[in-house]
DNA sequence: ATTTCATATGAATAATATTTCATATGTGTT
DNA sequence: AACACATATGAAATATTATTCATATGAAAT
């Protein structure tokens, strides 16, 4: 695909287009962004998410992973704890755009949104 | 997974923990990103699209069903032209959070964004 | 140093999304 | 009406992503 021509990411030569893809592609997962919202209500750590969840546990943790690696979340030690909590800057004016967007195209139930 | 005390959605019954993985889904892909990308310079044809990504055209088709389906892209008839354009409203804002959060933490070839 | 609790990891399997390609539809032209 | 061009669609094949589960690591407590 070419896309040499497009201006992207403010001209910063490590943000490309794939760069979006990849940062949506760790949103776009109902597990992912159960923990997303549940760490926007506050920091917790894996049991506490896991039992909020009730999902199994290395589901959780790899889903974590994934959300660290692009910096969604961020983690801190706490004895043999890992707190985890939402990097608030980036997702919460993001979901509050998408909120905007589905207030106005998704008025009752909206089949086109379906998969 | 449980959800239920989750507050999202400015409570609109109808905007859940599925309608923000849905929307990034429709993201997260590098075609579908590549027209949004696109189509965010003008409005194109489908014609132009392919031409311009250098991608198969039933494969833009599809591509373009998805992204219209909600509502990231919208369609005006031309004769036998379809002319599609991008809602700039949602994605453009979005696009720059991405940017901004890119800049800060992926500064150099930045492996941990890669999948 | 052994046990226990908290979390992470690898890798096979399962689920889901995308691509492909043949073909259909729709619109204007002759 | 036959043709050509523009775009869309269905469905099988393929590729990608997530889940599962057994197990590893790491830190505190006994």
Request: proline share 3%; with cysteine.
């Amino acid at each position: 695909m070419k896309s040499g021509s497009l201006k992207i990411g403010k001209f910063n030569p490590y943000i490309n287009h794939n760069t979006y893809c990849i940062f949506f592609e760790k949103l776009a997962n109902p597990l992912r962004m159960g923990i997303v919202l549940c760490l926007r209500q506050k920091k917790r750590n894996v049991s506490e998410i896991t039992k909020e969840l009730q999902v199994e546990q290395s589901k959780i943790s790899h889903a974590l992973k994934t959300l660290k690696n692009c910096n969604i979340v961020k983690v801190n030690k706490k004895g043999k704890q890992r707190i985890y909590s939402l990097n608030k800057d980036t997702i919460l004016p993001i979901l509050k755009l998408i909120d905007s967007h589905a207030n106005k195209y998704c008025r009752g139930k909206c089949y086109l949104w379906e998969k």
